[in-house]
């Protein structure tokens, strides 16, 4: 799902929470609501308010990102048939540009490649920062 698909769903369901919420406390008849409508609309409006703000923390927490078996492993398997081209690139090879940036990996690096005819495989791993 694309960010901005994402930060609309997130959007609208927390607008459709506090709705829900607001038309929850006006219309319920417990005892210990407010008799007012006015009083029940401050009061929806405050619970709803607090509920979507929950909502919107729960639906926009970071999410941590997939990793190998352990943090930082990159593993690159390829096979190539005749006539292609394998590049593997793993490591600190960011550009040296002002302002670009640059990846670290703390884990194992494993990369494999099988080519056949005359295909032609490039492996580079490490850190241009040593």
């Known amino acids: 799902m694309s960010d901005l698909v994402r930060r609309w769903v997130v959007a609208a369901s927390s ?7 607001v038309a929850v ?8 609501l407010p008799d007012g409508s006015t009083d029940r609309w401050a009061l929806g409006a405050a ?6 703000a929950a909502f919107l923390f729960a639906l926009t927490r970071p999410t ?10 990159i593993e ?10 394998i590049e593997q ?3 600190d090879r960011g550009s040296r540009r002002a302002g670009s940036r640059r990846t ?18 490039r492996q580079t ?3 241009d920062n040593a």
């Open 64 to 73: 941590p990102t997939p990793s190998g078996p352990e943090s930082g492993d």
């Open 15 to 21: 607008v459709a929470v506090f709705a829900l919420v």
């Open 76 to 85: 690159q398997i390829a096979e190539a048939g005749d006539g292609a081209v």
């Open 104 to 121: 670290t990996t703390a884990g194992r690096l494993r990369q494999r490649a099988t080519g056949s005819g005359t295909s032609r495989i």
């Open 125 to 127: 791993g490490g850190s």
């Open 25 to 32: 406390v006006r219309a319920a008849s417990w005892s210990w």
């Open 47 to 52: 619970g709803g308010t607090v509920v979507a």
């Open 89 to 91: 690139t793993a490591g």
